[in-house]
T-cell receptor, first 111, second 113 residues
């Protein structure tokens, strides 16, 4: 079945450091890919998405490119802030309805 | 803004009790979902519904049931709570009009003693 694998955390960075959180997936066909973020004490929010190969999703300085050849959707940000501390989830859907999530990666940014 | 609300943020119940978790969305979304979130496992789909009175099993439906009598409300029921159902429960809704982006509630942290 479909699955998503994320790098294990926690990831601890200093403010203004470069961030990469790796995400790879297994799915037949052409899934849509998402990054969700969960701030402490809150539900999940959609951060960005890409619906076809080579699409780049971007939001709030975060970017991810849908790479079908490597089945990857790595999340990057050039300069993280303390306010980016959260849990990040990579997810996919093939049928536009059910989402399959990765295990989540905790990001901690220190000032 | 889409709003998804859940009836409780924190809930403590005893083994064997019947537990109701309520979720309400205010944007006329067709689809609603219940997930549980556990450390290291991400979110796992329990049940979902794509219309009133319709329900589909997700990946881990055992020990749970759901009810959707009105479009805006989706209830998760634990018929006889067990300690292994201690978890964070997240509700979400989506609509085909917004390409099925899912909007999440704040979650209910359930502890079963």
């Amino acid at each position: 079945g479909d699955s998503v694998t994320q790098m294990e955390g926690p990831v601890t960075l200093s403010e203004e450091a470069f961030l990469t959180i790796n995400c790879t997936y297994t799915a037949t066909g052409y899934p849509s890919l998402f990054w969700y973020v969960q701030y402490p004490g809150e539900g999940l929010q959609l951060l960005l998405k890409a619906t076809k190969a080579d699409d780049k999703g971007s939001n709030k300085g975060f970017e991810a490119t849908y790479r079908k050849e490597t089945t990857s959707f790595h999340l990057e940000k050039g300069s993280v802030q303390v306010s980016d501390s959260a849990v990040y989830f990579c997810a996919l859907t093939r049928y536009g309805n059910k989402l399959v999530f990765g295990a989540g990666t905790i990001l901690r940014v220190k000032s | 803004d889409v709003k998804v609300t859940q009836s409780s943020r924190y809930l403590v119940k005893r083994t064997g009790e019947k537990v109701f978790l309520e979720c309400v969305q205010d944007m006329d979304h067709e689809n609603m979902f219940w997930y549980r979130q556990d450390p290291g496992l991400g979110l796992r789909l329990i049940y979902f519904s794509y219309d009133v009175k319709m329900k589909e099993k997700g990946d881990i439906p055992e020990g749970y049931s759901v009810s959707r009598e009105k479009k805006e409300r989706f209830s998760l029921i634990l018929e006889s709570a067990s300690t292994n159902q201690t978890s964070m429960y997240l509700c979400a809704s989506s609509t085909y009009r917004l390409r099925n982006e899912q909007f999440f509630g704040p979650g209910t942290r359930l502890t079963v003693l």
